[in-house]
């Protein structure tokens, strides 16, 4: 009876989750040989060259995909969504800190510590996505409402990426450039086709 209770008590699916832990793996492979391998990336052998393939292309965006999915089927409020986003949002940052610019500032090389300081990596678009989004769960069953934003975003997104700012405010939402791997604008379009 424990183990029946369990199971109708537990609301995960299997397979989203097996394929959301195999993106994350392969982000994990591939920022590692990024950052630590001689070659900067895989080198010739096939199986680093592997890891940098399955990192790279479909790894974020099945897992952002996967992250739509399961914040339009959260039974959590919005506003408890949001706060999640919120600090989801700042572990982004905590982590840049601690592996990017106190490294970098001890090792002297301060030109380089603040950029990396803020720069936008997967956990910032996680963040913002359930700040931004989650107040759409209420029209996501309506047939022409996501659709509709999703081909906005799509059409708006390259006319926002030449937009430069020295403040790095803005570089979560459409910022272009080497520290800026996910802004928003077009990656959100990922969160609202999970959703």
């Known amino acids: 009876m424990e183990k029946n209770l369990a199971q109708g008590e537990s609301k995960r699916i299997f397979y989203l989750d097996f394929a959301r832990g195999l993106a994350v793996f392969f982000m994990i492979m ?4 990024i950052m630590h391998e001689r070659t900067s990336g895989g080198g010739d052998t096939l199986l680093g060259n592997l890891f940098v393939l399955l990192g ?15 914040a339009v089927r959260s039974k959590k409020s919005v506003a408890e969504n949001m706060i999640r986003g ?13 592996r990017f610019t106190i490294p970098f500032s001890l090792a002297g090389n301060t030109g380089e510590a603040v950029p990396l300081l803020f720069m936008v990596d997967i956990f ?33 997104s390259p006319y926002l ?11 979560p939402l459409w910022g272009a450039g080497a520290n ?3 802004p928003i604008f077009p990656w959100e379009v990922y969160f609202l086709l999970g959703m």
Request: glycine share 8%.
């Open 30 to 33: 591939q920022h590692s040989m």
């Open 56 to 70: 790279t292309a479909p790894a974020a965006p099945v897992f952002i995909f996967i992250m739509g999915g399961f």
């Open 86 to 98: 919120c600090k989801i949002f700042a572990f982004g940052y905590v982590l840049n800190l601690l």
């Open 124 to 156: 910032q678009l996680a963040g913002l996505s359930l700040i931004f989004f989650s107040a759409f769960k209420k029209i996501a069953e309506h047939a022409f409402i996501l659709p509709a934003f999703i081909v906005g975003i799509l059409l708006i």
């Open 161 to 171: 990426w030449g937009v430069k700012s020295d403040l790095y405010i803005f570089d």
């Open 180 to 182: 800026n791997q996910f």
